[in-house]
């Protein structure tokens, strides 16, 4: 048995949450779950990122292993962050270790032994790392003496190319269902549409499983789509006026883009990294590692950064580029704000994104025709969120088949975008990509429609005889701009279609005839005039609640008090440095901040306090009562 921080032999799951990890209640259905999972059932796990789902096979592992049923093995895909994991449960008291291709011959095999002893929890492996001989071997010895009590499937959408993060590795899991029916499954992930739900559940064979779906909100994001005027400019306001010197997280979609943007913010004062697969993998894991343990850093990556980073406390993730669909955008978002205060969401696109992105679907030479349509819904489903003017958070948690009311807490509640009736200039536009067509018998791209709707006769314009239209001219009543932001949204409506497989020509899809007819009528978001025009927050009643929520938080600690925290503060990275492990393992800020409110005098002082488990107390009660004490 292992040497439990806990003090019944016989713990229940809410012991377990208490004594281990400092926590006085369930969050959602973490409950009902962990309940489920202890008795030996099945389960399937949708609960957005930051929900909690970690606790969901951390409690039955130890409420089952106590009660001798052996280790619970966590397949998960982040090699490069399973050492921060298994950190996190020991410094809890919680017996854990993973498996992985650097451990030696000797150390593997004194890990097997612990675990044949039933001294071991917890074990995390790579998906791999499951097929490998030796692997199986090993489960098949634990099987025989009854000592697998538990497989846990974290990002189990890997499992499904339907979702956004594939992973063929995962295909092999069918192996633990196959060789050890009897042995309890979970599989836990944030992405929930259908389809993708539907293909994990056949994969790994979890048709009778019970299914627990949380809620996908995540209220305290605020979530803020604007046009792509200078984005580079764009970013660096929205970081400087909003997030000075907080963590976040950029996305961009290309590793030159990364580099250049990453660049940038540093020569800003903005403590910055790049993060893409095109480093090699040691500065990666250095980025990472920094990135988790450095107060304040941007990192600037690809998608190929954040899973599984639990960093409680990143403030905002921006998009520079629009990602390819719904799923992907909520769990790059969803990484912000785990800790449950404000943090932000936030979002520029244009034109060039929605050509960019059906291009490389149009493209594609390994997907199926079936499978483009699919990512071609998906993607309109994103453009339909991005140009919608109805609460995002709404549009949101309906795609993932969830009703909710007005958030009060996104940029078309906070803002509501202005709307004009474009039935006219979406006419014009639609006639003009028509009569273009129909006599030169090819199709032209935008910037050539647009100079003619403008009447400008440019040498093409005039080479085609193009001035000659009846449409040249009839669009000189709106700026460039505007007509970019009707064609961009014709294009997220699917009345234009841009033909990548043509020089990205523009063609009318089947719907624009009931335009054309004037049978419906087109209204369209008002577009930002300047980049300056487009976020009219700070003082704005919008700015001024986030603020405080954010400085409430401090503000309600005496002077006293802040010195106390600094200095936690302080100690705490000290530790964390000597640990090896990112200061939030140790304890996160709403801890810290507790326990300087506190202004504890014994340990009794700390107890009950969010946060702090057993362990934690026996560990460093003693060096933070020395911490609180000290002069200022
Ligand atoms: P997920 O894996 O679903 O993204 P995590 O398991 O990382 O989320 O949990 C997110 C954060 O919430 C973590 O910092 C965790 O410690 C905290 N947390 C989870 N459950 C509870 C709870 N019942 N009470 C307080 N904090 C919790
Ligand atoms: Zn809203």
């Known amino acids: 048995m292992s040497s439990l921080p806990i003090s019944s032999s016989q713990p229940t799951p809410l012991d377990v949450l208490g004594q281990v990890f400092g926590y006085s209640d369930f969050r959602g259905p973490q409950r009902a779950i962990v309940e489920h999972v202890v008795q ?50 020991l410094e809890a008291g919680v017996s854990a270790a993973f498996l992985n291709s650097t451990q030696t011959y000797e150390e593997s095999s004194a890990l097997e032994k612990q675990l044949l002893r039933n001294e071991l929890t917890l074990l995390y492996a790579a998906p791999e790392r499951i097929n490998t001989p030796r692997m199986k071997g090993l489960l098949a010895s634990l099987h025989a003496r009854g000592l697998l009590s538990l497989f846990a499937i974290d990002e189990a959408h890997c499992v499904s190319q339907w979702g956004h993060d594939f992973r063929p590795e995962y295909r092999s899991l069918s192996l633990l269902h196959e060789t050890f029916p009897d042995v309890p499954r979970m599989a836990l992930t944030a992405t929930a549409d259908h389809l993708t739900r539907q293909d994990m559940v056949e994969r790994l064979k979890l048709e009778e499983a019970r299914a627990f779906v949380s809620s996908f909100d995540r209220p305290n994001i605020r979530y803020t789509i604007v046009e792509k005027l200078e984005p580079t400019r764009q970013l660096l306001r929205f970081i400087q006026t909003e997030h000075d010197a907080e963590a976040g997280i950029v996305y961009c979609q290309s590793r030159k883009r990364v580099e250049e943007i990453a660049g940038m913010l540093e020569d800003a004062g903005i403590k910055a990294m790049a993060y893409h697969a095109g480093l090699d993998a040691k500065l990666r894991q250095q980025r990472q590692d920094r990135f988790l343990r450095e107060d304040g850093m941007v990192m600037v990556a690809t998608i190929a950064f954040g899973m599984g980073i639990d960093k409680p406390d990143v403030r905002f993730v921006a998009h520079l580029d629009m990602p390819k669909n719904i799923e992907g955008y909520y769990q790059e978002t969803g990484r912000a704000g785990r800790d449950g205060l404000p943090a932000d969401a936030w979002m520029v696109y244009g034109l060039q994104d929605v050509v960019n992105q059906r291009r490389m679907i149009d493209t594609s030479e390994v997907a199926s025709e079936e ?39 996104c940029d078309n509640c906070l803002n509501p975008p202005a709307v004009w009736d474009a039935t006219e200039a979406a006419r014009k536009m639609l006639s003009c990509i028509y009569r273009v067509h129909q006599t030169s018998g090819i199709s032209f ?57 043509a020089f990205n020509t523009l063609q009318l899809m089947p719907d624009a005839r009931q335009v054309l007819k004037g049978e419906v009528n087109v209204l369209l978001r008002q577009q930002a005039v300047s980049a300056k025009a487009e976020r009219p927050r700070r003082g704005s009643k919008a700015s001024a609640k986030k603020t405080s929520a954010k400085g409430m938080a401090e503000a309600t600690l ?27 393992v140790i304890f996160h800020d709403a801890t810290l901040r507790a326990i300087a409110e506190r202004a504890p005098h014994s340990l009794r002082d700390l107890e009950g306090i969010s946060g702090m488990g057993v362990k934690k107390l026996q560990a460093y009660g003693a060096e933070v009562l020395r911490v609180c004490a000290q002069e200022g």
Not at 371 to 383: E, I, N, P, W
């Open 40 to 89: 030996g059932g099945d389960a399937l796990v949708l609960m957005p990122t930051g929900g909690g789902k970690s606790l969901c096979y951390q409690i039955p592992a130890i409420v089952r292993q106590n009660a001798g049923h052996g280790v619970t093995v966590v397949i998960s895909p982040l090699i490069a962050l399973m050492h921060d994991q298994v950190g996190a449960l």
């Open 371 to 409: 499978f483009k349509a699919v990512m071609r819904g998906k993607l309109d489903a994103l453009l339909t969120l991005a140009e919608g003017t109805r609460c995002r958070r709404v549009s949101l948690l309906g795609y993932f088949g969830e009703d909710s009311q007005p958030c009060g807490n």
């Open 445 to 501: 791209g935008a910037g050539h429609i647009m100079d003619i709707l403008r009447g400008k006769p440019t040498e093409k314009v005039v080479q085609y005889g193009h001035d000659q239209l009846s449409t040249f001219g009839i669009g000189a009543d709106l700026p460039e701009a505007q007509w970019r932001g009707v064609l961009r949204q014709l294009i997220a409506s699917n009345l234009v279609r841009v033909n990548a497989e």
């Open 558 to 584: 005496n002077a006293g008090a802040l010195e106390r925290l600094a200095r936690l503060k302080a100690w705490r990275a000290e530790v964390a440095r000597e640990h090896n492990l990112p200061a939030f």
